[in-house]
């Protein structure tokens, strides 16, 4: 069997293109002139590909094998991305990133999928931070790209050719896990799970919610504060650079002192760095950048917090489906986040975009703070 690592520097690849797409796409749509609401509407599709996907997910890799799978789902993005070329309109947009963004997303759920189960047991840890790395390295530098890349064919070309590059090559490593279908997966559960374990529940939705901002509407929002494309694109970038440090921070953190002592001191960063950043003039770049780095650090330790939290409270079969519960209220929330978001946005506009998030974490901070020891 070739190792999972092999993996890597084509997810790194990848990622890079879908770093590039991002702001891409959102100031295509600024020049458009779509509105601020059609914006957050195109953002939340795919997360509602991830929805709808996820589940099918093991019964697709009866029928077929997991690379070919892979394939099927970049053929669907490429298609896609060709589209968003072809068809400039934000209402087509909006089926055009339903497919795009959930066949992105499903793919990188079929990479951590084959690297979790055929990584050794005293390996699989580092193995899925060096794929962290991978997967957040390659967005960072693909928003950096986007700027030096200048013409907007250049740029779009640059996401294809990263698409068809990885498609041409294939994945062609015999990895075939064995597929383990879990037990059905109802309403009841979820809510079950969110009432059981409401702190891991209230975590992992602000921080699906927040996860939208840096990724759609903070480059529309400093495009709105005056500011050109390469400040825009800064802004995703620091925001990025701070997710990647952040759960490697609160995880440690959190080995130390407590999964739940960390989640409360996450919010508490998250909300007051989001306060903090809504008042803050985006033409004072070093401070706006700054407090965006360090709110990008606090929602990363946040989801990490919250998923160790999760893995205090349940052991066995009974994590499993905690871990089901957690991954779709975080894909409700990256649904519903940018809805929020942009309205937010519309009803306070200097600043609504961060009030709504910090307004999230505020909360949970409430949820996480009694802080009582378990026998």
Partial sequence: MISAYRLFPQVFLLSTAYGI????????????????????????????????????????????SLPALTLVLLGAAA?????????QSPPVWVGLRFVFGGAMGLFFRCIEYAITATAPPHARGRWLGIYNVMFLGGLILGSLLLPVLQNDMVQFGAVMAGLLAIFLLGFMWPIAPQILAPKSF????????????????????????????????????????????????????VSLLGA?????????????????????????LGALGMIAVSVVDPAHQATFLALLMVCGAAFGALYIAGLSHLAVQFQG???????????????????????????TMTLWENGGLFWGVAALAGLMVVVAAPVRKRS
């Fill in 21 to 64: 797409s991002f702001p891409l796409l959102s100031f295509a749509l600024v020049d458009m002139g779509a509105s601020t609401q059609i914006i957050g509407l195109i953002a939340a599709m795919p997360a509602l590909g991830w929805l709808i996907g996820t589940p099918l997910i093991p019964v697709i890799l009866r029928k077929i």
């Fill in 79 to 87: 298609l896609a991305w060709a589209g968003f070329w072809l068809v």
């Fill in 186 to 237: 109802s309403m009841t559960k979820l809510v079950a799970f969110a009432w059981a374990v409401p702190i891991s529940a209230m975590a992992v939705f602000t921080y699906g919610v927040y996860e939208d901002l840096p990724a759609a509407m903070l480059p529309v929002y400093v495009l709105q504060q005056g500011m050109g494309e390469g400040p825009a694109a800064s802004a995703v970038t």
């Fill in 244 to 268: 990647l440090i952040g759960p490697i921070a609160g995880g440690m953190a959190a080995d130390r002192i407590g999964a739940q002592p960390m989640v409360a001191i996450a919010a508490s």
């Fill in 317 to 343: 079969e009974e994590l499993l489906h905690a871990n089901m519960g957690f991954g779709t209220i975080y894909a409700i929330a990256a649904m519903l986040g940018p809805l929020y978001n942009a309205q």
